[in-house]
């Protein structure tokens, strides 16, 4: 018996095919994401859900072409993000993706459209959170006239596989949007009223791990969960004494939590079959280090012609760097796409001097930025939180792929990093729940490759 679990990516797509009684991976593989859509506006960031459903086939053709007994099918991906579909759930717009930065648009002379919606319904939502998205595109009439529902891409592609017209969410993508009541498990019905948003356009919550229907050769398939629980199933192996650091194409850092505790500056999460993560999630994260990697790039190519990816000279001078003396380094604040509370803010290097001014410096000191970003949330937690928590994990290529880094994040938490077992946390975590899905596992928690 065989689960697969697949992942769509802000940037990539991928998908593993899971020996379901050893918790093994058998098979793997990723594709580039190329369904980006050329906007006329810089604040806008949207994809093509046809394309994405294309490359996802493509993947999962390729996932199941051995002869195995595929028993379910698990989908994850980019929370937040919503697009729009009629009564036959064909998409009628675009996906309107995390990055999308409408929600930062001036709503009036002091607020924006994020900032106003918040106070409007005592929720807290940040730009790229689709109940913002759709919130602005209510206000400037950019609804288009046949959408009957919104959901996200992961909800849109269980969808899909299903062959069904109407999507279904679980309550971790649900919470993603906005205005999500985490006492009930439901949206929030007076902060809609507020925002005048009808509940009638938003799809219905099934608990994780739900079967929602079966592929046209009849395998079953769960609703979709979000990628940020989703990568805490597939890395964390104990899941209340471990801190999950996650650095991507963002990053992320992810605590569990047996009790509903809501703090300033974190977001609480729903967690599969109970409970809840406290998330302290970073605009920038992986993208700072792509920035620097771009302007590296920029340089060699306007003075030497060279257009080569510099990751890993990045990565070796950073291993370089770790011997430079503490207050002899460069300070890099690396808010340089803004943060979830103030989205203006933007990053600044400072401490320069005629020593440092060199790009093993900048390197470390944009690593040390973004470890000192992660670290800030972690400052936020409850003492008996922070307490209990033995072990940090670190997963994303950010992490996986950069020896210094993960220097770094050990030193700052004062706690032994381990990577986990696959690569793939979140396709990973989707098989997990297609798992429960089909009986396979009693819950989240006891499947065989978390030991």
């Known amino acids: 018996m065989y689960l697969i679990g697949l992942d769509i990516g802000t940037t990539s797509i991928g998908g593993v ?73 064909i998409p009628i717009s675009p996906l309107y993706t995390w990055l999308d930065k409408r929600g930062s648009l001036p709503f009036d002379g002091s607020t924006s459209y994020a900032e106003h919606l918040s106070l409007l319904t005592a929720s807290p939502v940040s730009p790229g959170f689709g109940m913002v998205t759709h919130y602005y595109n209510t206000v400037q009439g950019n609804i288009p006239e046949k959408a009957v529902k919104l959901c996200t891409i992961a909800d849109f592609i269980a ?12 309550p971790t993508l649900a919470a993603s949007l906005g205005c999500f009541d985490l006492k009930t498990g439901q949206f929030d019905q007076e902060a809609l009223r507020a925002a005048r948003i009808a509940p009638s356009i938003l799809p219905l919550i099934k608990p994780t791990g739900t079967l929602i229907g079966q592929t046209e050769h009849g395998v079953p398939v769960a609703c979709a ?66 920035l620097l990697e771009r302007f590296f790039r920029e340089v060699c190519t306007v003075f030497a012609g060279s257009e080569e990816s510099l990751y890993e000279r990045m990565n070796a001078l950073a291993l370089a760097a770790a011997k430079i003396p503490p207050g002899e380094g460069l300070q890099v604040h690396t808010h340089f796409f803004g943060t979830r509370e103030d989205p203006a803010q933007r990053g600044a290097i400072s401490q320069i001097s005629a020593d440092n001014f060199l790009p093993q410096h900048l390197v470390a000191g944009f690593l040390e930025g973004m470890t000192e970003e992660l670290f800030a949330y972690y400052l936020k937690l409850p003492e008996s939180l922070k307490q209990s928590r033995k072990v940090l994990v670190g997963s994303g290529n950010g992490v996986r792929q950069n020896e210094a ?31 429960v899905g089909i009986g396979l596992y009693k819950d989240f928690t006891s499947s065989p490759g978390r030991s």
């Open 159 to 170: 969808m899909k596989l299903c062959g069904a017209k109407e999507p279904i969410i679980d």
């Open 405 to 435: 880094l993960r220097s770094r994040l050990a030193q700052a938490f004062m706690l032994p990093l381990e990577l986990p077992k696959y690569a793939e946390e979140a396709s990973y975590g989707a098989a997990i729940c297609a798992g």
């Open 17 to 89: 095919l899971v020996d379901g009684n050893s918790g093994d991976i058998g098979k793997s593989m990723i594709k580039d994401n190329h369904s980006e859509c050329n906007t006329a506006n810089s604040w806008e960031h949207c994809q093509n859900p046809e394309w994405i459903w294309h490359t996802v086939r493509e993947v999962l053709a390729e996932l199941s072409s051995d002869d195995v007994e595929i028993g379910g099918i698990g989908i994850t991906g980019q929370m937040h993000g919503i697009l729009y579909v009629d009564v036959q759930g």
């Open 225 to 290: 969960a979000g990628d940020n629980q989703a990568s805490f199933l597939g890395a964390v192996r104990d899941i209340e004494h471990s801190i999950l650091v996650n650095i991507g194409t963002g990053s992320q850092i992810s605590v569990f939590s047996n009790q509903l505790l809501q703090l300033e500056g974190l977001e609480t999460r729903p967690f599969p079959g109970g409970g809840y993560i406290l998330v302290g999630a970073p605009l920038g994260g992986g993208k700072s280090y792509a």
